[in-house]
């Protein structure tokens, strides 16, 4: 069996194998256990001190879920997801959303550097504000985002994609369901710059909304590196900040106001079905339409509190035509899928290659390359 045996390469190795245990926060004897080796054993290859085979040096990179180039790169760091592995202690199903978040980070970083797009993470300071005074800067960062963004006050349903070109976040959906609470994740890395995922399971508006919190938190929070939003969370000072401007950013107070102003007229006139009209409008969930509203004082807190017990607005979407919008089930962003097929097209990457970043079989690949093929063949016919 080939030995990964020089004593640099050693080192080395056994170096990014101790950076890797230390991300998942688990001692060298939990370590040592799972792969069936002595302590004693395991703590020489940490330090340097004893040879691994290639086929061990494999079962590393299967536990720890990294690819078998970090434990042979001498520049392998330990970036933001350690912090996030540490808040998800303890929690199994967390630790392996977490260590999936960071496998399609690395991807993407990987599919920009082939399509030569790669983007400079952003080097702005997290932005300003008083911890007394929540509200306020949270609605003056939302009018300032819009103004610099050249957003307008129109609708953001594809907020997304506005984050990725503008921004060069990095943003993928997820359902995670089966664990505790979740919004969504952030993680800010020096490499890969600002990485956001979101719970896909709630509905397709609370998606949107988590969001533009996570947004709030890439804006406010960067220096704090990773950060989980947890339901059980919400009323910390940072979460509230993040859903104070995830509130102001999709739903603008002048417009809001202007529509209500013209479509309702007056408080006493508002029913569920104008509720639902504002939420599928800005693209948001009932429920935070309703908070909206009575947050600018368009509706009164009964009002808010009667509309949010309403038991029948699932069966009035369906009775007026306008059922909640779908879930998007999707793991990969347009920008992610269009890198990919940019790349196939430009001939670097292979079939086997594009099914890789695309998490597909072969076979489809192959598909959709033969599909990619004819229509690049029709654009030259036509450009003849």
């Given amino acids: 069996m080939r030995e990964m045996g020089n004593p640099d390469r050693m080192k080395i190795i056994g170096n990014n194998i101790k950076k890797a245990r230390q991300s998942l926060n688990c001692t060298q004897g939990y370590i040592a256990d799972k792969l069936d080796i002595g302590r004693p054993r395991y703590s020489e290859i940490e330090n340097g001190k004893r040879n691994i085979s290639l086929a061990d040096l494999y079962r590393f990179a ?58 400079t993470p952003s080097a702005f300071d997290d932005y300003k504000y008083d911890t007394g005074k929540l509200k306020f800067w949270a609605k003056h960062y939302a009018d300032y985002e819009r103004s610099r963004l050249a957003l307008g006050t129109m609708p953001l349903k594809n907020l997304d994609s506005i984050l990725e070109e503008k921004c060069g976040l990095k943003i993928f959906y997820k359902p995670f369901s089966d664990i505790r609470k979740i919004f969504g994740l ?60 995830a509130s102001e950013f999709l739903m603008p107070a002048d417009e809001i106001i202007s529509t209500f102003t013209k479509t309702v007229k007056s408080n006493k006139n508002i029913t569920p079905e104008d509720v639902i009209y504002f939420a ?49 089930k999707r793991k990969f962003p347009a920008y992610y899928t269009r890198l990919c097929i940019n790349a196939y097209i430009k001939n670097k990457i292979t079939l086997a290659v594009l099914a890789d970043f695309l998490e597909i079989p072969l076979y489809e690949a192959m598909e959709m390359g033969k599909e990619l093929e004819e229509a690049k063949k029709y654009g030259r016919e036509k450009a003849l």
């Fill in 280 to 328: 599928d409008y800005y693209g948001v969930s009932f429920q935070s339409m309703a908070y909206r509203l009575n947050n600018l004082s368009l509706i009164k807190n009964k009002q808010k509190e009667t509309l949010l017990e309403e038991t029948y607005v699932n069966a009035l979407r369906v009775s007026t035509g306008r059922e909640e919008p779908s879930r998007e």
């Fill in 186 to 245: 952030f993680a800010n890395d020096t490499r890969m710059g600002g990485c956001i995922l979101i719970n896909s399971s709630p509905c397709a508006g609370n998606q949107l909304f988590s969001l533009a919190h996570e947004y709030a938190h890439y804006l406010f929070h960067k220096r704090k590196v990773g950060i989980i939003s947890f339901i059980k969370d919400k009323d910390t000072l940072d979460e509230r900040l993040a859903n104070y401007f």
């Fill in 62 to 119: 299967d536990l720890f879920a990294r690819p078998l180039e970090f434990f042979l790169n001498k520049d392998a760091t330990n970036n933001s997801f350690k912090v996030l592995f540490r808040k998800a202690e303890g929690d199994t199903g967390l630790s392996d959303i977490i260590i999936q978040f960071e496998g399609l980070c690395e991807k993407m970083l990987e599919l920009e550097r082939i399509n030569e797009r790669e983007v």
